[in-house]
């Protein structure tokens, strides 16, 4: 065993309180410091915090961005998105596989660096994407893909590769990035400023019943994509019995398409932070935990900046705004590459330090979630609102939108239309206005909320943005005229089965089912009766699956069945022979022939 | 002392203790519902979903979710049946089963499920998986070609032997069960009389030099299908 080894992960533990609960910390500083989790790093870490060496290595199989077997000094993750796609990511797949002359998935012979894909990093306004360690690379083609790796081969630091910062906060000490925030509408809620403290003020003056009042007044719902009445949700917390509570921010914002937390993270983190205090005051909390996705590492720092001011300025802390007895204070926990943890009760089991497997419910969050205490969960965007209802009143926020979706909601929009960015909208807005909005008049189709939201067609495309029409977390993905919806659907899938936890089965194994035959639709093979086929697999996996991400992995089949199902009849014949298309005599008899050494004999 | 909750299970009254799961109560009462990762005596895993019921005209597994007053329960209905023999099949394919020279045959749950289904072939094609084998220990060995993922060898072994011999390690399609060791069976404290080595409903744990013991004809299911047992007792009642 390495004695250097052994005493880097030693000295990670105790960092950590030898505390198996803070195993993502672990696992995650163990792969920064030594370029993975190697056996012999998971030994030793199961003997500092006293668990099994089986259990460390679920954890860290489980998450993308850590590896038990070593990696480049440099690792280059591509975002291999649709979007990514459609604005030219395979140009710059080629470039960077010639210039460092290894394929995806494989590290430099000289061990520097490695080259790997990775689903949507929240940066489709500006694709084609990468992450380079933690920087953000944006706008790629294959010159720039290029001239990035002679520049890293001489100086092997990510950061030197930002020429020139982005807008805003992005370029920000603590930030120095290139990304953009491509902000095209602001709203009244959400990206307009907030004089500091005057929304937590306004709540401190009043009781934590009477905050819970005001947020069910303004009949807030959850931006995150569910819709779940927030007022609801913490007084359900609230109530549950229990002496710790917690209120965890939910910023994994791994849906492909939907980019807004990333912006508000940028520009309006003291609304967040603002909003999740009220929370902790409303539901009777001291601890807040913001789970950033990996991918948004490049804003930790600022993050981390933003609430240590706070607690300089007495807005977080102790007896917050000379509030005797309201302590409130948030950590930062870093996830690790894993779409899953968005769902509630994944994000739980990250944060406790376990794999990103959803939890059975009930138990419900607000009953029993981390570490079996009460819970509330919100997205990034939810906590903003609740910011400014405190600020404005409850009755202000609820006369903006539409009756059953009151006040703002940010769109991030992509694809093919003339400016993609963050549009914050009122609720109830017409699809075909947002197009409008964006950019987009020719639009041949519009996936909206995501993957796992709808495909709309033109003939849809008067449907409205609202809890009770089109639902959506924030992705609006725009496809023109000349795009194969199909392989669009098949990209959706492959991201369904990449980031399935694989727990249930209906998940696990269902959707792997739906792309082989979608796969062989697409190559010619297909019959009529696949079309059914698909509908009846789609509607078993969406009944039987136990978490979110299953429930509406077949959205993409499903929804396109119905809105475009010319697209799968032009594609799929009855042979004329009688026989399966499907059914290839020649393939099926390869081994055969290969074994034998002749031509096997059919009609 | 506690008081009784009362729902029905396709139009049937059931009565149940609050706590209880809807598979509890429907044991007791005789009604078989199909299931594949729940085994008496370990916590529910939740994860095969072939016991998925409708409640409320919601879909929830039985293995997991608790009875409430007046629910109504579908079990044994057309739609439930589909999904459910869809389910056995993806298992099928998904695995690398070869029921016909397993030790298993007769005895295996999988099996059971899909004569009691009448499934003779899936409608799925085969996925053809390629998975490993360990047969370092030397009383014990597994074939995960045969491995369902139902999870009863990780909670028998941390739960009931106090070990943790197995784990689940990768995700999706690549999950698998990983051994509380760098690669091999024989360096785990695994023995032949855990649990964890009992519980397998496939034959995926097996102890070596045992198999075939039981001839055909004398098998747990070779004249009585899976869940009789549970339908048998009520009905003596
Ligand atoms: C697969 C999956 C991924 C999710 N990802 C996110 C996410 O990235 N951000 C988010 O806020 N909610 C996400 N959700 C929804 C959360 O489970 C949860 O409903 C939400 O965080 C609650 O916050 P809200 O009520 O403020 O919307 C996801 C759900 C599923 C099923
Ligand atoms: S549906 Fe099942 S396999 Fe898929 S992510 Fe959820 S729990 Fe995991
Ligand atoms: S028996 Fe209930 S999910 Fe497996
Ligand atoms: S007969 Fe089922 S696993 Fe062998």
């Known amino acids: 065993m390495s004695k250097s080894l052994e005493a880097d992960v030693k000295k990670i533990c105790k960092a950590c309180g030898n505390d198996r609960t803070r195993m993502m910390d672990i696992v995650r500083s163990v792969q920064e410091q030594c370029g993975c989790v190697s056996g012999e790093a998971m030994d030793l870490i199961a003997r500092e915090v006293s668990c099994h060496r089986v259990e460390v290595e679920s954890v860290v199989s489980f998450y993308a961005f850590l590896s038990t077997r070593p990696k480049g000094k440099v690792v280059i993750r591509l975002c291999d998105d649709v979007i990514d796609e459609m604005k030219g990511s395979d140009q710059v797949a080629a470039a960077l596989k010639t210039e460092l002359g290894i394929d995806f998935g494989e590290t430099t012979a000289d061990g520097a660096i490695t080259l790997e894909h990775t689903p949507c990093i929240g940066m489709c306004d500006q694709a084609p994407a990468a992450m380079v360690n933690d920087e953000v690379v944006t706008y790629l083609s294959g010159d720039a893909a290029r001239s990035m790796v002679r520049s890293l081969r001489e100086h092997m630091d990510p950061k030197k590769l930002v020429g020139r910062f982005g807008d805003g906060n992005n370029g920000h000490d603590l930030v120095r990035s290139m990304v953009h925030n491509n902000i095209r509408q602001s709203g009244e809620v959400v990206l307009a400023p907030l004089a500091e403290g005057a929304a937590l003020k306004n709540a401190l003056a009043m009781s934590p019943a009477e905050v819970i009042r005001d947020v069910k007044t303004a009949r807030l719902r959850g931006r995150g994509g569910a819709g779940f009445p927030t007022g609801m949700k913490w007084e359900f917390t609230r109530n549950a019995p229990g002496t710790q509570r917690y209120v965890l921010c939910n910023a994994d914002e791994g849906e492909p398409g939907t980019f807004k937390d990333r912006v508000i993270l940028t520009e309006r983190p003291d609304v967040l932070i603002e909003g999740m205090t009220i929370a902790g005051y409303a539901i009777g909390s001291d601890t807040g935990v913001l789970y950033l996705r990996a991918e948004y590492a490049y804003l930790r720092s600022f993050l981390e900046q933003a609430l240590h001011d706070r607690r300089n300025k007495g807005l977080l802390g102790k007896d917050i705004c000379g509030k005797k007895g309201f302590n409130f204070d948030i950590r930062i926990q870093m996830g690790a590459g894993a779409y899953i943890c968005g769902e509630e009760t994944s994000l739980i089991s990250s944060v406790e330090g376990l794999r990103g497997d959803p939890k059975n419910r009930p138990p419900f969050p607000a009953q029993k979630g981390l570490h079996q205490c009460p819970t509330t969960v919100n997205n990034v965007e939810t906590f903003c609102c609740v910011s400014r209802i405190l600020e404005k009143g409850p009755g202000w926020f609820a006369q903006m939108g539409s009756k059953g979706s009151p006040g703002t909601k940010v769109l991030s929009i992509s694809g093919d239309c003339h400016r993609p960015g963050v549009y914050e909208v009122p609720f109830g807005i017409k699809l075909s206005d947002v197009l409008k909005l964006c950019g987009a008049e020719d639009a041949a189709a519009v996936q909206v909320g995501g993957p796992s939201g709808t495909m709309v067609s033109p003939a849809e495309f008067g449907r409205t943005i609202c809890y009770d029409d089109l639902a959506t977390g924030g992705s609006v993905m725009v496809f023109g005229p000349k795009r194969n919806l199909l392989k669009v659907v098949r990209k959706f899938l492959e991201f369904f089965i990449e980031e399935s936890c694989g727990y249930c089965t209906p998940c696990r194994v269902g959707n792997v089912l739906l792309l082989e035959r979608l796969n062989r639709i697409l190559d010619g093979r297909g019959e009529p009766s696949d079309l059914p086929y698909l509908e009846r697999l789609g509607q078993t996996i969406k009944t039987a699956a136990r978490c979110g991400l299953g429930q509406t992995s077949p959205n993409p089949v499903l929804t396109t069945l119905k809105s475009f199902r010319s697209a799968y009849e032009s594609l799929v014949k009855e042979a004329p022979d009688g026989l399966q298309p499907s059914f290839d005599i020649g393939a099926a008899l390869g081994d055969a022939k290969t074994i034998t050494g002749r031509e096997s004999v059919h009609f | ?237």
């Open chain 2, 1 to 237: 002392m506690s008081e009784t909750i009362t729902f029905t299970i396709d139009g049937k009254e059931v009565s149940a203790q609050p706590g209880q799961t809807i598979m509890q109560a429907a044991d007791a009462a005789g009604i078989y519902i199909p299931r594949l990762c729940a085994f008496e005596g370990l916590v529910p895993h939740g994860s095969c979903r072939v016991c998925t019921v409708m409640v409320n005209g919601r879909a929830q597994a039985a293995c997991t979710q608790p009875v409430a007053d007046g629910i109504v329960v579908e079990n044994d209905t057309e739609k439930l049946l589909a999904i459910r023999r869809d389910i056995i099949e993806m298992l099928f394919v998904e695995g690398n089963h070869y029921c016909m020279f397993c030790e298993k045959s007769g005895n295996c749950e999988l099996q059971a499920l899909a004569y009691r289904f009448g499934i003779a072939a899936p409608k799925y094609p085969y996925l053809f998986p390629k998975r490993e084998i360990d047969a370092t220990h030397p009383d014990i060995f597994i074939d995960r070609n045969r491995c369902v993922l139902c999870g009863r060898c990780v909670r028998a072994s941390r739960d009931v032997d106090g070990k943790g011999v197995f784990e689940f390690v990768g995700r999706g399609p690549q999950k698998r069960v990983a051994v509380n060791a760098e690669a091999n069976l024989a360096d785990t404290d695994l023995k032949t009389s855990d649990k964890a080595v009992e519980v397998c409903p496939v034959g995926a744990i097996l102890r070596k030099r045992v198999g075939y013991a039981v001839p055909v004809g004398r098998r747990r299911y070779d004249h009585k299908p899976i869940g009789s047992d549970i339908e048998q007792a009520a009905s003596k009642k």
